[in-house]
């Protein structure tokens, strides 16, 4: 248990990050001036006081999450109802400034569509969780890894490269699920380990899910914006790469390179377990084949396969000699982090008000006309560890800022590791809390945010060392020229 010093001393951090982006969001409207493009009404409604009222509630829930170790209050639950206030607040405000009943209604229906989508993605890919595990196919990787004879500290490194591999494939959240459960079995008797190599792996997910536009929602965004082609997100690669490294190797030598403890019966996968591991990885290929080829959501190629599973599941209760009646994976749906998806939920939908209020609007155009490109997006992936990547990468989309491919990149780096910083930043970490609730915690994490801080500014160190090249070259979609942007931009102002 933390003393009351030391948890006042954590909280300092995070409650003057989230303090500061609140007080900026209020007094942003003060100091905008003309030739921000905003709509007026937005700006008017940032200034009404129940605009203000809206922002301190999401502040106040938040801030309500970062207690949750303390106080056992649930995350989802705060975020939930400072959701619920943030849009009954807008629905009195609202039509004050032209907007009608209809119109919110179809600005928190487009909210539900944006978290339906991430919803069935995450109930799939949790479900095929759960049901390897009570196939027993972590528990059989936990002892073959015990008899390769790796220590844990080898351990730390090959969960950790392998996460970096995988999530370019199957996304950094599925990544982050399938790896903290082989951590979690590895180390369950060392608490330490676990906390240390799930910090490990969300922060080598988030990186190796950078360079790909179907390893994180962010990169994806960007890709189907046309602002970068497929194949022009490899050259973060290597930005990517050493933000996976740097803090690894820190964090390496605070591993004590000991056995993990034997095992002191044999673990053996149960029936169905190899062809449920060839359906999830087939799952994965379908989610990536549907939006590749058939311009289908990837939600779509998960609950295909959530749906073979569920009939795997009914051979394997009902059909044969060697028939488990009690492998249901409706119990396993059950079983779900339902806290994590409900947290989403708040989180979205409280985001999604303040973008209607115009918050996150005025905050992103405020920031492109007057820090400069270079400089926000480094300090987007900052606030992506705060409000979430999600959100900030929406918000900069919406306003579409003249960059070049060097700058999407960068603001796609930014976005997806900076959530990094933080265990609440970004999905993967979020899901690891549920999984390894009481090991993997948000205060566990914080103490290594320097650490992870240092591998994200030597991944931006890179990115202009190897991609300068990619300077003033625009999307193929795009034929105007950077002065004839320049040009239309003065005009229009």
């Not at 084949?289 to 396969?305: H, I, Q, V, Y």
Request: proline content about 4%.
């Amino acid at each position: 248990m933390f003393s009351r010093s030391t948890f006042v001393s954590k909280n300092i951090f995070v409650a003057m990050g989230a303090l500061f982006v609140s007080v900026g969001l209020l007094v942003l409207p003060v100091f905008a001036g003309n030739g921000v493009g905003e709509v007026p009404e937005k700006i008017s409604m940032i200034a009404h006081p129940g605009a203000m009222f809206a922002l301190i509630v999401f502040f106040l829930s938040y801030l309500a999450v970062l207690f949750e170790e303390q106080t056992h209050l649930r995350k989802s639950k705060p975020v939930m109802l400072g959701a619920g206030i943030i849009w009954v607040t807008i629905g009195f405000i609202a039509p004050s400034y032209g907007l009608d009943h209809y119109q919110v209604r179809k600005a928190v229906l487009h909210g539900l569509e944006e978290y339906a989508t991430l919803f069935l993605f995450l109930l799939a890919a949790m479900t095929y969780i759960a049901a390897l595990q009570e196939r027993q196919v972590f528990g059989t990787l936990r002892a073959k890894l015990v008899r390769a004879g790796m220590n844990m500290r080898q351990l730390f490194w090959a969960t950790g490269i392998f996460a970096f591999m995988l999530s370019p494939i199957a996304d950094n959240l599925t990544t982050a699920l399938v790896l903290g459960a082989v951590v979690m079995a590895v180390g369950a008797n060392d608490p330490k380990f676990v906390a240390i190599a799930c910090i490990n792996i969300v922060n080598s997910a988030n990186a190796g899910g950078a360079f790909s536009p179907f390893g994180d929602i962010t990169t994806l965004m960007v890709w189907q914006a046309g602002h970068v082609e497929f194949v022009d997100f490899f050259p973060l690669f290597f930005p990517s790469l050493a933000s996976f490294l740097v803090p690894a190797f820190i964090m390496s030598w605070f591993i004590t390179p000991h056995k993990p403890l034997a095992l002191k019966e044999e673990v053996k996968m149960k029936r169905g377990a190899k062809f449920i591991i060839f359906l999830g990885l087939s799952t994965i290929a379908m989610a990536v084949g549907f939006e590749n080829f058939l311009g289908l959501p990837p939600f779509m190629g998960m609950m295909t396969g959530m749906s073979l599973l569920m009939i795997t599941a009914f051979f394997i209760r009902k059909v044969g000699k060697k028939r488990d009646p009690q492998f249901d994976v409706l119990e396993q749906v059950a079983n779900a982090e339902w806290d994590t998806l409900l947290f989403f939920f708040g989180v979205i939908f409280s985001v999604g008000g303040l973008t209607y209020i115009g918050y996150l609007e005025l905050l992103s155009t405020s920031m492109y006309g007057g820090l400069g490109a270079s400089v926000t997006n480094i300090l987007m992936g900052f606030a992506s560890a705060i409000i979430d990547n999600i959100p900030v990468m929406f918000a900069i989309l919406s306003m579409n800022p003249d960059l070049d491919q060097f700058q999407w990149l960068l603001v796609t780096l930014t976005c997806g590791v900076g959530g990094s910083m933080l265990s609440i930043g970004s999905a993967a970490g979020v899901a690891l809390m549920g999984v390894a609730r009481g090991q993997y915690t948000f205060f566990g994490h914080l103490k290594w945010t320097p650490i992870i801080m240092l591998g994200y500014a030597v991944a931006i160190v890179v990115h202009f060392w190897v991609n300068d090249d990619l300077v003033g070259i625009y999307s193929p979609e795009d034929t105007t020229t950077h002065q004839e942007r320049s040009v239309e931009k003065i005009q229009a102002e």
